[in-house]
């Protein structure tokens, strides 16, 4: 997936992301990957997905998963193992630029 951070960079990033058309889903030019920007580091993601590296660039790849919105705003993703939550605030932002060291990961 291609997307542009905060500096105005294009990132390639893989994995699970949420997507949001603005012109009843005849596009989808928001998307963000279901990530928390952190360093990289192992997960276990569980059932069918097991361990992947979750980082700036690359999120969950796989599973079986749910989705809804609460009242307050909240969207809950759950996945085999894994509960995201975010916003639309956090959907619609993007990611922060990658320093030097983390656009390699």
Known sequence: ???RDAG???RVGKG???ALSTDEGQSWQI???ITDDGPPRTVDGGGNT????LSAVSAEPRGYLSICQ?????IHLISSKQHY??????LTTPP???SATSSKM
Do not use: H, I
């Open 16 to 18: 699970l992301f949420a």
């Open 50 to 53: 097991k361990q992947f590296t």
């Open 8 to 10: 105005g960079s294009e």
């Open 85 to 90: 939550a975010f916003n639309l605030t956090w």
């Open 1 to 3: 997936m291609r997307f």
């Open 70 to 74: 609460t009242a307050d705003g909240v």
């Open 96 to 98: 922060p630029a990658l």
């Open 31 to 33: 998307k963000r990957l």
